[in-house]
C-alpha cells in the first residue's frame, strides 16, 4: 500500500510537468534495501525513494543485491525511455510500470494459481522449503499464513530457554530443533510483514530462536524492536537485558533490567536477574545486597540463597556462606549446586569430613558436576586420602586436559606423594594453560621451598600472593615454608 501511493504521488507530480529532453533514469539499491530513482528535468530533478521492507538476512545476501541490480539494468535497458515530444505522464507511467515489474521481479513474485503442492509437501526437503519461502513472499492468504505460523507455534510454544549466566552457555539444543527454528525464522521473516498475522508469541519464539542458535546480534535486534512496539514492555526489557548480559555488556544489561522494576517493582525474576548481572560485573557485595532481597520477597526461592552463599565465599565469609547453603538446602535438598556450594565453604574452614560428605551429595544428584567432583578430590588429599584423590583428578583431566586447575590439582597429589619431578612438570603445564591460576603458583613455591630454592620459590609466591591476597597468611601458617619463617625476605613478601 505504502509502495502504492508513492507511486500514485509520483504520477501526480509527473503530470504537471512536460519534458523537452531526454529523460536519465539512474537507480541504485542501498543496504538498507531503500530503492531510488533520480529523474532530471531540465535544470531540475525529481527524486523517488521506495522503502522495499526485506528481512535482514536477506540485506546481507550480496547475490540477492546483484540479482536486483541487474533486473534494474534489464528493464531500464529494454525500456529505451526517451521523452522527445511526449508528456512526462506517459513517461512516469512507463516508469511506475518498470518500478512495479523490478519489485516483482526481485521478489519473486508468483500467482496463487502456480501454487501447485501444498506446505506441508513443500516442507518435506530444504530444496522444496525454499520454494515454499518463494511462494509466501508472493501471497497474502489469510488461512495458509495462519495454520503455517500455527504449525511452529505448537512446536515451540512449550520450548524452554536455558542460559547459565555464570559460565554464558545457553542450553543444548537437538540438531533437529536447530534446523526447525532456522526454518521458524526463515518463513516468518516473510510473514510478518503483515501485522494482523503475527503475534507477540510468534515475535518471543523469533527471540529465543535467535539466542539457541547464538546470533546474539539478531537477538539484540528483536528484542529492540519488541520494546518500539510497546507491547508487553515489561518482558522485552528483560529479554534485552538477558541478551546483552550473553554479550557481556553488563551495563546496558543494568539498565535494562532497571527499566523492568521501574514498571513492576516486585518483579522476583527481575530482582534474581539484576543479582546475576552484578556478580558478572565483579560487583560481589552490590550483587548480595539484591539477592538478599529477593529472599525478602520470596523466601523460599531457594536459588537466591545458592547465590548468596556463593557470594558470601567469594568475599571469603566462609561461616556465613555455610548458614546460607544450609538455607538453601532446607528449601531444595536435592540441589546438587546448593550441596556443591556448602561443601566449598566446609572446605575453607577445614571441616574436610563434611565437605566430603557434602560433595558426595552433589555428585550422587549430578555425577558430572566439575565443581562437586573437585572440591571431593581436594577433601580426599587434605584428609590423606591420596589414592583417591589420585583417582578423582586423574578423571577430571581425562574428561578435559585444556582446563589448567585440572592439571594443578594432580600436582598437588603427586607432590604429597614426594613424585617432584612429576608434580613440576604437571605445574608447568597448568600454567602454560593459565597464567593466573594463583594455586598453581602456591604449590610451586611450595616445591621449590622443598627443594630449598629460595629465589624461585619466593618468585612464584609473589604471583600466587599478587592473584590472591589470602595466600598470606596461608604461607605463614603452612609447614612447607617453615625453613623460611625467619627469613627477611619471607617475612617481607608474607607480611600483612
Given at each position: 500500500m505504502r509502495i502504492l501511493m508513492i507511486v500514485v504521488a509520483a504520477v501526480m507530480i509527473s503530470g504537471l510537468l512536460a519534458v523537452e529532453e531526454p529523460l536519465d533514469i539512474s537507480f541504485e539499491?542501498?543496504?538498507?534495501?531503500?530503492?531510488?530513482?533520480?529523474?532530471?528535468?531540465?535544470?531540475?530533478?525529481?527524486?523517488?525513494?521506495?522503502?522495499?521492507?526485506?528481512?535482514?538476512?536477506?540485506?546481507?545476501?550480496?547475490?540477492?543485491?546483484?540479482?536486483?541490480?541487474?533486473?534494474?539494468?534489464?528493464?531500464?535497458?529494454s525500456a529505451g525511455l526517451f521523452a522527445n515530444g511526449y508528456n512526462f505522464m506517459i513517461t512516469a507511467a512507463t516508469f511506475i510500470f518498470i518500478i512495479v515489474t523490478s519489485i516483482i521481479g526481485i521478489m519473486g513474485f508468483k500467482s496463487y494459481k502456480d501454487v501447485k503442492k501444498t506446505t506441508d509437501e513443500l516442507l518435506k526437503s530444504k530444496t522444496d522449503h525454499d520454494k515454499l519461502i518463494s511462494e509466501l513472499k508472493g501471497r497474502k492468504e489469510s488461512r495458509s499464513t495462519q495454520n503455517l505460523l500455527k504449525k511452529y507455534r505448537d512446536d515451540?510454544?512449550?520450548?524452554?530457554?536455558?542460559?547459565?549466566?555464570?559460565?554464558?552457555?545457553i542450553a543444548s539444543l537437538s540438531e533437529v530443533d536447530a534446523i526447525k527454528l532456522d526454518d521458524f525464522l526463515r518463513i516468518t521473516d516473510i510473514l510478518r510483514v503483515w501485522d494482523d498475522q503475527f503475534t507477540e508469541q510468534d515475535y518471543s519464539i523469533r527471540w529465543k530462536a535467535y539466542i539457541y542458535l547464538k546470533q546474539f546480534r539478531f537477538a539484540l535486534r528483536?528484542?529492540?524492536?519488541?520494546?518500539?512496539?510497546?507491547?508487553?514492555?515489561?518482558?522485552?526489557?528483560?529479554?534485552?537485558?538477558?541478551?546483552?548480559?550473553?554479550?557481556?555488556?553488563?551495563?546496558?544489561?543494568?539498565?535494562?533490567?532497571?527499566?523492568v522494576l521501574e514498571i513492576n517493582p516486585n518483579n522476583i525474576n527481575a530482582w534474581y536477574a539484576k543479582g546475576l548481572i552484578l556478580r558478572e560485573d565483579?560487583?560481589?557485595?552490590?550483587?548480595?545486597?539484591v539477592m538478599k532481597h529477593v529472599t525478602y520477597l520470596s523466601p523460599q526461592m531457594y536459588q537466591a540463597w545458592v547465590s548468596i552463599s556463593n557470594y558470601y565465599s567469594r568475599l571469603r565469609e566462609f561461616d556465613k556462606a555455610e548458614e546460607a547453603g544450609r538455607q538453601?538446602?532446607?528449601?531444595?535438598?536435592?540441589?546438587?549446586?546448593?550441596?556443591?556450594?556448602?561443601?566449598?565453604?566446609?572446605?575453607?574452614?577445614?571441616?574436610?569430613?563434611?565437605?566430603?560428605?557434602?560433595?558426595?551429595?552433589?555428585?550422587?544428584?549430578?555425577?558430572n558436576l566439575k565443581d562437586a567432583l573437585q572440591g571431593k578430590g581436594t577433601a580426599l588429599a587434605n584428609l590423606g586420602n591420596y589414592d583417591e584423590a589420585l583417582e578423582v583428578f586423574r578423571y577430571l583431566l581425562e574428561q578435559d586436559s585444556s582446563i589448567s586447575i585440572n592439571w594443578s590439582n594432580l600436582a598437588y597429589i603427586y607432590f604429597k606423594?614426594?613424585?617432584?619431578?612429576?608434580?613440576?612438570?604437571?605445574?608447568?603445564?597448568?600454567?602454560?594453560?593459565?597464567?593466573?591460576?594463583?594455586?598453581?603458583?602456591?604449590?610451586?613455591?611450595?616445591?621449590?621451598?622443598?627443594?630449598?630454592?629460595?629465589?624461585?620459590?619466593?618468585?612464584?609466591?609473589?604471583?600466587?600472593?599478587?592473584?590472591?591476597?589470602?595466600?598470606?597468611?596461608?604461607a605463614r601458617k603452612t609447614e612447607d615454608f617453615k625453613a623460611y619463617s625467619k627469613d627477611?625476605?619471607?617475612?617481607a613478601l608474607t607480611k600483612e
Open positions: 539499491i542501498y543496504s538498507d534495501t531503500t530503492i531510488s530513482a533520480i529523474i532530471p528535468v531540465g535544470q531540475d530533478s525529481i527524486p523517488i525513494t521506495m522503502k522495499i521492507t526485506v528481512p535482514d538476512r536477506m540485506k546481507t545476501d550480496r547475490e540477492l543485491l546483484e540479482h536486483a541490480q541487474e533486473q534494474f539494468d534489464r528493464t531500464i535497458g515451540f510454544d512449550n520450548l524452554t530457554l536455558v542460559i547459565d549466566v555464570a559460565n554464558n552457555e528483536e528484542a529492540l524492536e519488541g520494546i518500539e512496539r510497546g507491547k508487553n514492555g515489561e518482558k522485552w526489557y528483560e529479554r534485552l537485558s538477558q541478551t546483552y548480559t550473553i554479550l557481556k555488556q553488563y551495563t546496558q544489561a543494568l539498565d535494562a533490567i532497571d527499566k565483579e560487583q560481589v557485595k552490590e550483587a548480595l545486597l538453601a538446602l532446607d528449601i531444595r535438598p536435592d540441589d546438587a549446586k546448593a550441596h556443591s556450594n556448602l561443601g566449598f565453604s566446609l572446605l575453607n574452614q577445614q571441616k574436610y569430613e563434611e565437605a566430603q560428605v557434602e560433595y558426595d551429595r552433589a555428585i550422587s544428584f549430578d555425577s606423594q614426594d613424585d617432584i619431578e612429576t608434580s613440576k612438570h604437571m605445574l608447568e603445564i597448568a600454567l602454560n594453560l593459565d597464567s593466573k591460576n594463583f594455586t598453581a603458583w602456591y604449590n610451586l613455591a611450595r616445591l621449590y621451598s622443598k627443594k630449598k630454592q629460595k629465589i624461585p620459590m619466593l618468585n612464584s609466591l609473589r604471583w600466587a600472593i599478587e592473584l590472591n591476597k589470602d595466600y598470606k597468611s596461608a627477611s625476605d619471607f617475612i
